[in-house]
Each structure stands twice: as C-alpha cells, then as structure tokens.
C-alpha cells in the first residue's frame, strides 16, 4: 500500500506519533512517503527505519524565498508549485493528514477533490481553538471531501460532528507509546517525595495551578518532604519562576528547561509523581490526551491531572490515577496530600494505570489499528479500478 503523509514538520520532536506511525507502515513494507514543510533530514538520518520512507518538502518554500519577486507574484507560483506538487501524488492509496489544518490545506489545493482517499487525524488545537474561534467553519470543505476524520478524543468527535462533519465519517483513534519499551517500576515511597511537571509552559498544561496547590500543600503540611520539579520551556517561564517566588516555594520547586526525549522518560521514572492539571486555554486551547500521562502510566509513575478534555478516557479517577476539575487548586492539593499521606493504594493504582495503557492506548496496536482502516477503505476503491490490482513492477513491490 501506498501512504502519503502530510506533516508540518518532520520528525519533530514534539510529534513522536507521527514517526511511530511513519516507522510503523515503512517497517511493514509498506510504501510510505512523508510531505511536509520542513524535513530534519540530519535527525531522520539518524533515526532507525527512515531510509526506507520519502522524505519530500513542499516547494512553496523555494518560491516565497525568491523575495526578489513581489509579494503576491511569489504566493500565487508558490501555491501553483504546490498544486502541480500535489498532482504527482495521485498514484498513492491513502493521504494521511496530521492535524485538520493539513487536511484542509490538502483539499484546497486539490480543489475540493484530492486525488487519494484522504484521513485527517485531529489532535488539539485544531479542533478546540478552531471551535471557539470560528464554529470549525474552516474545515467545511474537509468535512465534504475528507474520506474519513479521526480525533483523538470523544468531545473532539462530538464537535466535529456538531459543526457539519458526517457522523459516519467520524471516529475516535487514541494514539498511545510503546509499552513494552517501558520498564514498569513503581515508585518506592520514602520521602523526599519527587514531582514533576514535563510540558511547554504554556498556559493550557495548568503548571500555574500546580504551583498555587504546592503552595498551600506546603502551608497545610510543612513537615512533608518533597519537591516539585518543571521540566519544559515556553512563553509563561519567566511569569511562573515569578509565581513560585510569590508563593514562597524556594527550594521546594526547580526550573530544568526543555530535555530531549530520552532524559525527560528517566526523570518520569525517577519521579513519585507526574503533575499535569490541564486547563482550557483563554483562547479556547485544549488538550487532546497528552502522552506525557501515557508514558508515566506506563513507567509506574501516578498521574495527578484534570477533568480536562479526553483526559478522563485515560484515567479513571480514584483507580488508575487522580483528577481534579480544571482550576481547582484544593483538590489537586487534595490528590497529593493523599498520595503523600499513602491513603490510597498507591502500588494498586500504578499497577492500574500500566495495565489500561497496555490495554487501551499500546503503539503498536493503535497504529494497527490505523492501518487496518486504510485496508477497509482501499479494498472498495480497488475494487472499483482493476488497474490497482494489476502486479506491480518488482522494485515496486512493498505490501
């Protein structure tokens, strides 16, 4: 089978289920060609499996780097160029979109009728800031064209739904992280209790309130011990290093800025506690399922979070980790005080939480999942042009 995926950037660090997915189908033998605006080529060298998958830029970028034109005269051949780009994809089976964004650039430029079934993943912010900023009426023409569109949670689906997507068209696909790559080893629980907070410091992962709930766990209970570390950079860093000083939470809180994948996993594992109380974003951002929660179920290390998007599919509050309702800095206070006091069974819980991840929200299974849609949709298109059956030439022949 023949996959074209479309990405902003790729690989991006912040987008690891995008590789997953791209290494997944390529490792399988299929024929995988990823389109995006920008290609790490130094990064994908380095990352196993992606000599096998296409790595193709837009050439938009050539023509509006020509600032010798006028303006106008550079967009209209850079949007031509991408057209006449986009036409030499007609040969592949499935378009797969990540993010709503990219599907609904993909049917402009094909005028309303991509050439290639087309699979549109929505994630976040396409979906929740969209809403509130114009009621999804941008994907209007994705909704009529687009093949199928999976979000990654239910409240996303019903939205897309609510705002003119055909319901038969809609369905939730969780992502999720390679279990088996997890060692499983909860946490032993003699004090110093660690926390910590791994995110871009931006105002929809809440670490504001997760400061404000240290801070009266420090008033209620000084003689606990602990620490709360937040690992991540962004615009509201120096506002939060601000916050905790306010607060007086000294030593008890640390900065360690951005970390690389591998290093952010062993301070997950390292840590009692993974904090993550989500909040909706003034301009109406939302979180899709973070899988930063994922990888800490998965490691053994309690998730503390909120009622908060497609959170509570993950969670089960009480069970499988901890939630508070968004904002609510006594509650979260609450949640910790229990796991520090140990009145809750902690070990029960983590061993809970590694098990729904393993269940529900595996790597592998999910991106099988994904792909046996891509079989269910190709088989009727096939079917209908015996061309596509036809023997392909031997280099040709991936799956």
Same mark, same amino acid.
């Given at each position: 089978?023949?996959?074209?995926?479309?990405?902003?950037?790729?690989?991006?660090?912040?987008?690891?289920?995008?590789?997953?997915?791209?290494?997944?189908?390529?490792?399988?033998?299929?024929?995988?060609?990823?389109?995006?605006?920008?290609?790490?080529?130094?990064?994908?060298?380095?990352?196993?499996?992606?000599?096998?998958?296409?790595?193709?830029?837009?050439?938009?970028?050539?023509?509006?780097?020509?600032?010798?034109?006028?303006?106008?005269?550079?967009?209209?051949?850079?949007?031509?160029?991408?057209?006449?780009?986009?036409?030499?994809?007609?040969?592949?089976?499935?378009?797969?979109?990540?993010?709503?964004?990219?599907?609904?650039?993909?049917?402009?430029?094909?005028?309303?009728?991509?050439?290639?079934?087309?699979?549109?993943?929505?994630?976040?912010?396409?979906?929740?800031?969209?809403?509130?900023?114009?009621?999804?009426?941008?994907?209007?023409?994705?909704?009529?064209?687009?093949?199928?569109?999976?979000?990654?949670?239910?409240?996303?689906?019903?939205?897309?739904?609510?705002?003119?997507?055909?319901?038969?068209?809609?369905?939730?696909?969780?992502?999720?992280?390679?279990?088996?790559?997890?060692?499983?080893?909860?946490?032993?629980?003699?004090?110093?209790?660690?926390?910590?907070?791994?995110?871009?410091?931006?105002?929809?992962?809440?670490?504001?309130?997760?400061?404000?709930?240290?801070?009266?766990?420090?008033?209620?209970?000084?003689?606990?011990?602990?620490?709360?570390?937040?690992?991540?950079?962004?615009?509201?860093?120096?506002?939060?290093?601000?916050?905790?000083?306010?607060?007086?939470?000294?030593?008890?809180? +640390?900065?360690?800025? %951005?970390? /690389? !994948?591998?290093? *952010?996993?062993? @301070?997950?594992?390292?840590?009692?506690? $993974?904090?993550?109380?989500?909040?909706?974003?003034?301009?109406?951002?939302?979180?899709?399922?973070?899988?930063?929660?994922?990888?800490?179920?998965?490691?053994?290390?309690?998730?503390?979070?909120?009622?908060?998007?497609?959170?509570?599919?993950?969670?089960?509050?009480?069970? +499988?980790?901890?939630? %508070?309702? /968004? !904002?609510?800095? *006594?509650?979260? @206070?609450?949640?910790?005080?229990?796991? $520090?006091?140990?009145?809750?069974?902690?070990?029960?819980?983590?061993?809970?939480?590694?098990?729904?991840?393993?269940?529900?929200?595996?790597?592998?299974?999910?991106?099988?999942?994904?792909?046996?849609?891509?079989?269910?949709?190709?088989?009727?298109?096939?079917?209908?042009?015996?061309?596509?059956?036809?023997?392909?030439?031997?280099?040709?022949?991936?799956?």
């Amino acid at each position: 089978m023949k996959v074209a995926v479309f990405a902003d950037a790729f690989p991006k660090l912040s987008e690891t289920f995008v590789l997953s997915q791209v290494l997944h189908f390529a490792n399988l033998g299929h024929d995988v060609t990823v389109v995006c605006r920008a290609a790490d080529t130094t990064q994908a060298i380095d990352r196993a499996g992606l000599s096998h998958v296409r790595i193709l830029e837009w050439p938009a970028a050539r023509w509006h780097a020509r600032t010798s034109l006028p303006w106008r005269l550079r967009n209209g051949l850079a949007r031509l160029a991408n057209r006449r780009f986009l036409k030499s994809l007609r040969n592949q089976d499935i378009f797969l979109a990540h993010f709503g964004w990219q599907g609904a650039g993909l049917v402009g430029l094909a005028g309303g009728k991509p050439a290639a079934p087309l699979v549109t993943i929505y994630h976040g912010r396409d979906v929740s800031h969209e809403y509130q900023s114009n009621g999804l009426t941008r994907y209007a023409a994705l909704f009529r064209a687009g093949t199928l569109h999976l979000t990654v949670n239910r409240p996303f689906a019903e939205l897309l739904e609510g705002a003119g997507a055909p319901a038969e068209r809609v369905a939730v696909h969780h992502l999720g992280v390679p279990v088996a790559d997890y060692r499983f080893q909860p946490a032993d629980w003699s004090a110093p209790v660690r926390m910590i907070s791994l995110c871009r410091l931006v105002e929809k992962k809440g670490v504001e309130v997760a400061l404000e709930a240290a801070a009266e766990l420090l008033a209620q209970r000084p003689e606990l011990d602990w620490h709360y570390e937040i690992a991540g950079s962004g615009p509201l860093e120096e506002h939060l290093r601000t916050r905790a000083a306010e607060l007086g939470l000294g030593e008890r809180v +640390s900065f360690v800025g %951005a970390l /690389e !994948h591998a290093e *952010a996993l062993r @301070r997950i594992g390292a840590a009692h506690v $993974l904090l993550a109380p989500s909040v909706t974003g003034e301009d109406g951002d939302q979180e899709g399922i973070p899988v930063t929660l994922m990888e800490a179920m998965a490691l053994g290390t309690i998730v503390c979070s909120t009622r908060h998007s497609g959170i509570p599919e993950l969670i089960h509050h009480g069970a +499988s980790g901890l939630l %508070a309702d /968004e !904002h609510d800095v *006594a509650g979260l @206070r609450d949640n910790l005080l229990k796991l $520090l006091d140990g009145t809750c069974d902690r070990d029960a819980m983590a061993s809970a939480a590694r098990a729904k991840v393993a269940t529900d929200f595996d790597q592998q299974t999910r991106n099988a999942a994904l792909l046996a849609r891509f079989e269910e949709i190709r088989a009727p298109r096939a079917a209908r042009s015996p061309a596509k059956v036809l023997p392909r030439r031997p280099a040709e022949r991936r799956s």
